[in-house]
């Protein structure tokens, strides 16, 4: 078990990042897609992202499940943070999903690291 010193102290020479700091990296980068998906959805459509918005034939059910897997983190976040500011959820369920969105992120990281080391 890493202590805490070890894994904070600078990298020097040929060490490797912790792997607290490539979990970080990974929740961030997988925060950052997916804000830009439901962003990008939202700029083209003209209404916000939902979770298995069901759309209409084949093409728009596999859209909205690609949307949901990959922009889901962003689309948690804004719906607590709306909840929040209308008052309609507490500190605990927000928590909840704000701890959700944050390992959704994670997953969705890991994947488009994955990616870009396979190619």
Same mark, same amino acid.
């Given at each position: 078990?890493? &202590?805490v010193?070890?894994?904070?102290? =600078?990298?020097?020479? %040929? $060490?490797t990042v912790s792997?607290? !700091?490539v979990?970080?990296?990974?929740?961030? #980068? %997988?925060f950052?897609?997916?804000?830009t998906?439901?962003?990008f959805y939202?700029w083209v459509?003209s $209404?916000?992202?939902?979770?298995?918005? #069901?759309?209409?034939?084949?093409f %728009? +059910?596999g859209l909205?499940?690609?949307?949901? #897997?990959?922009g !889901? =983190?962003f &689309?948690?976040?804004q719906?607590?943070?709306? %909840? +929040?500011?209308?008052?309609e959820i507490?500190a605990?369920?927000?928590?909840?999903? &704000?701890i959700?969105?944050?390992m959704?992120?994670?997953c969705v990281g890991?994947?488009? /690291?994955? +990616? +870009? /080391?396979s190619?």
């Amino acid at each position: 078990m890493a &202590i805490v010193s070890e894994v904070n102290k =600078p990298l020097t020479g %040929g $060490e490797t990042v912790s792997t607290l !700091g490539v979990f970080a990296y990974c929740a961030a #980068m %997988g925060f950052v897609a997916a804000a830009t998906i439901s962003t990008f959805y939202q700029w083209v459509t003209s $209404e916000r992202a939902e979770l298995f918005a #069901m759309r209409q034939g084949f093409f %728009g +059910l596999g859209l909205a499940v690609v949307i949901s #897997m990959f922009g !889901g =983190p962003f &689309i948690v976040v804004q719906k607590v943070v709306t %909840g +929040l500011r209308a008052h309609e959820i507490s500190a605990v369920p927000a928590a909840l999903g &704000i701890i959700v969105a944050g390992m959704w992120s994670v997953c969705v990281g890991i994947f488009y /690291v994955h +990616l +870009l /080391v396979s190619a």
